[in-house]
T-cell receptor, first 114, second 112 residues
Framework: KAGVTQTPRYLIKTRGQQVTLSCSPI?????VSWYQQTPGQGLQFLFE???????NKGNFPGRFSGRQFSNSRSEMNVSTLELGDSALYLC?????????????FGQGTRLTVV | AQSVTQLDSQVPVFEEAPVELRCNYS??????LFWYVQYPNQGLQLLLK??????LVKGINGFEAEFNKSQTSFHLRKPSVHISDTAEYFC??????????FGAGTILRVKS
């Protein structure tokens, strides 16, 4: 069974640009969550999608957005990139969301903003 | 709101020695508790989880953790560590499993 796949693994962008990251969950998983990991702030929850609907949102500015497709694949978008957006972005999938579930993480996308 | 405190940022230990990584949590309601491990340039791998039942939880790679409700702790232990256990370990809490609140992480350095 394939794990959670995140693409691309590495990305370098310039300040002011926008970026889209992709996450393919484990087959059958319908919940996808996104996390940002930085040395200063640690692991922080961005948002969670289930059945194409955002169910939970963390405390991030509106420049961070996401969506989920009917096949459960998810994308997150960051617009007007800032240097502080440099981070490892992790995607996690689970099924079903709720009790007795665990989150399976992808290897992450390392975003560097220059 | 839930929060997690990992009491040690780094724990150095010699190979084959026992280790304990400490985790305290704060929550006004019952939560689910997790320990994840992260190797360099990798994602997170679940070591073990406490959902309910026995307070002693056994996980992968010989790790175990004990849930202590009165002390709101969920410390991770291993009786004998290996060089390959060198990694960063994260304690996390969740209400429903989908949204995890993580601690700051503890770097375990195993020395030969």
């Amino acid at each position: 069974k394939a794990g959670v796949t995140q693409t691309p693994r590495y990305l370098i962008k310039t300040r002011g640009q926008q970026v889209t990251l992709s996450c393919s969950p484990i087959s059958g998983h319908r919940s996808v969550s996104w996390y940002q990991q930085t040395p200063g702030q640690g692991l922080q929850f961005l948002f969670e999608y289930f059945s194409e609907t955002q169910r939970n949102k963390g405390n991030f500015p509106g420049r961070f957005s996401g969506r989920q497709f009917s096949n459960s694949r998810s994308e997150m978008n960051v617009s007007t990139l800032e240097l502080g957006d440099s981070a490892l972005y992790l995607c996690a999938s689970s099924f079903p969301p709720g009790e007795n579930t665990e989150a399976f993480f992808g290897q992450g996308t390392r975003l560097t903003v220059v | 709101a839930q929060s997690v405190t990992q009491l040690d940022s780094q724990v150095p230990v010699f190979e084959e020695a026992p280790v304990e990584l400490r985790c305290n949590y704060s929550s006004s309601v019952s939560v689910y508790l997790f320990w994840y491990v992260q190797y360099p340039n990798q994602g997170l791998q679940l070591l073990l989880k406490y959902l309910s039942g026995s307070t002693l939880v056994k996980g992968i790679n010989g790790f175990e953790a004990e849930f202590n409700k009165s002390q709101t702790s969920f410390h991770l232990r291993k009786p004998s560590v290996h060089i390959s256990d060198t990694a960063e370990y994260f304690c996390a809490v969740s209400l429903l499993g989908a949204k995890l609140v993580f601690g700051a992480g503890t770097i375990l350095r195993v020395k030969s």
